[in-house]
């Protein structure tokens, strides 16, 4: 069975430009978590979906942050404008019901 | 404050021979705990969960132990392989909910 998929893997890119991280979950979840990981402050939660619905999001860090889920199978973390600040490892994973949380292999974004 | 302590940012042992990992926390709602394996460039990998009404969960060479009156748990591996080095995340969360509070990682070494 196939993981959460997150791509692109690393993303190198300008200060100002916006910037779109994707994620597909595993199959039948029905949550969906953005984490962001950094050296200061580990692995913190910023947006919590339940099927396709944002529930919490507490941890987005300010209004450049935004994320969609359109459907059951897709969600999008953006950023615009990206800041130097935001470079960091960023995090999808999925759950279903009660289970653990499975994390996708990340995207290593590079604000320069 | 930090709810979730790993105080130990790194461990070495010899191959063979048991590694132990500690996680304190501080919440006494926390009722659910896990244990990720992280190795560079992939996501965290769930390994093993316990919840509070246990005190112990094994799975292979994976055992956690639970100590609420202490508010501590353990990671133990035995025997270690070589191909357990890597960072490990324990979590923590409240009844009902969603949010994994997460450790800031011990890295584990086995010498072969």
């Known amino acids: ?112 | 404050d930090q709810q979730v302590k790993q105080n130990s940012p790194s461990l070495s042992v010899q191959e063979g021979r048991i590694s132990i990992l500690n996680c304190d926390y501080t919440n006494s709602m926390f009722d659910y705990f896990l244990w990720y394996k992280k190795y560079p460039a992939e996501g965290p990998t769930f390994l093993i969960s316990i919840s509070s009404i246990k005190d112990k969960n094994e799975d292979g060479r994976f055992t956690v132990f639970l100590n609420k009156s202490a508010k501590h748990l353990s990671l133990h591996i035995v025997p270690s392989q070589p191909g357990d080095s890597a960072v490990y995340f324990c979590a923590a969360s409240g009844e009902g909910t969603y949010k994994y509070i997460f450790g800031t990682g011990t890295r584990l070494k086995v010498l072969a």
């Open chain 1, 1 to 112: 069975d196939a993981g959460v998929i997150q791509s692109p893997r690393h993303e190198v890119t300008e200060m100002g430009q916006e910037v779109t991280l994707r994620c597909k979950p595993i199959s039948g979840h029905n949550s969906l978590f953005w984490y962001r990981q950094t050296m200061m402050r580990g692995l913190e939660l910023l947006i919590y979906f339940n099927n396709n619905v944002p529930i919490d999001d507490s941890g987005m860090p300010e209004d450049r942050f935004s994320a969609k889920m359109p459907n059951a199978s897709f969600s999008t973390l953006k950023i615009q404008p990206s800041e130097p600040r935001d470079s960091a490892v960023y995090f999808c994973a999925s759950r279903g019901g009660t289970g653990p949380q499975y994390f996708g292999p990340g995207t290593r974004l590079t604000v320069l």
